[in-house]
């Protein structure tokens, strides 16, 4: 099983992002994922790929509705090209009041747009590529022009993979359509949603695009430590995140799944009171036993595999913040990795 890092703080300064992948690539991780919100993600995912050798580097995700498809691809085939074939470009639509409110651009239906705007980025692959011509036309974009002078020079490795960031049951079938893979969000990662939600939608959009289903990236929560008390801190540290991304009534179809629209309901209403401090509480503790595996370094591997390991081929953890943990998390990728 690949496991792959997250960048946990998404303020964290620009000047540090080097330090962190080169601590990430020394544990053994696979990979580390990129998000977009705080700092521009393909800066980021840059200075992540300068600074390391073998660490793979995805967007996780990067916004793709405020970027024109070929300004992302000229971004992703840098990126692919100069670390010898180690990006991966993970597009995400964000919600209706960012798009039009932040950064000022429309907001079509995402999945019709989503699906144009993958098939115009891998047109312009395509086109970098092969040499030829440049000719996507789609409702929403229309590409026909691509001069010698504006063109990068072909990848040995192939154009990067294509990953979609996706939740409901519409973009996980675009996933499984278009994409080279998905993407989950930790809110909705459980094996019982990745069972009942997640690979019925993958399997009706790969036939829709008569090929394979997608493989899946799981961002999973997982309350680990080098002993009971750092794994107890971690726990609560979650019980505490969940309860505030429960409150965003995007994130709410795994409580759904679960019989617990209600709670969902309450921590929302919670966020509009301004009542943060009452929102861990109110996870409970049967929930966080069922979303979120929990043990120490040398128990918690046994305990992944049993979850995740015939859903996923890939799995991600937090690295601690103590560097002095990070012989025990070492021993635990390596583990995982075996298996």
Request: hydrophobic share 40%; with cysteine.
């Amino acid at each position: 099983m690949k496991v792959w890092a997250t960048v946990e703080d998404p303020s964290m300064p620009l000047v540090d992002v080097a330090a962190y992948a080169g601590r990430a690539e020394k544990i053994g991780f696979e990979g580390l994922l990129i998000p977009e919100s705080v700092h521009d993600a393909f800066l980021t995912a840059m200075l992540a790929l300068e600074h390391t050798s073998t660490l793979e580097v995805a967007t996780s995700v990067a916004l793709a509705f405020p970027r024109s498809p070929t300004t992302t691809a000229h971004a992703a085939w840098d990126l692919h090209a100069m670390s010898g074939g180690r990006f991966t470009l993970g597009l995400g639509t964000q919600v209706r009041a960012n798009i039009e409110r932040r950064f000022g651009t429309g907001f079509d239906p995402p999945i019709g747009r989503m699906r144009d705007y993958v098939g115009a980025v891998r047109a312009v692959f395509d086109c970098w590529q092969t040499g030829g011509k440049l000719d996507y036309r789609s409702e929403r974009y229309s590409l026909d022009l691509m001069q010698p002078f504006f063109r990068p020079a072909p990848i040995e490795d192939g154009p990067p993979k294509i990953y979609l960031g996706g939740v409901g049951p519409a973009m996980v079938r675009l996933a499984g359509e278009v994409a080279d893979g998905l993407m989950t969000h930790p809110t909705n990662t459980g094996p019982r949603y990745l069972r009942e939600k997640v690979y019925p939608a993958l399997e009706k959009g790969a036939d829709r695009g008569a090929r394979q289903p997608c493989p899946v990236l799981a961002s999973t929560f997982v309350a680990t430590g080098a002993d009971a008390d750092k794994v107890a801190a971690e726990r609560e540290r979650i019980r505490g995140f969940l309860g505030f991304l429960y409150s965003t009534p995007q994130y709410r179809p795994t409580l759904d799944l679960l019989g617990r629209g209600d709670l969902g309901e309450a921590l929302h209403t919670m966020s509009r009171e301004g009542r943060w401090d009452a929102m861990p509480a109110a996870i409970a503790d049967d929930l966080l036993a069922e979303l979120v595996p929990c043990g120490t370094y040398d128990e918690i591997a046994e305990i992944l595999c049993q979850w995740y390991s015939d859903l996923t081929e890939a799995i991600t953890l937090r690295m601690p913040e103590n560097v002095s943990d990070d012989d025990g998390l070492s021993r635990l990728v390596a583990a995982l990795g075996d298996r």
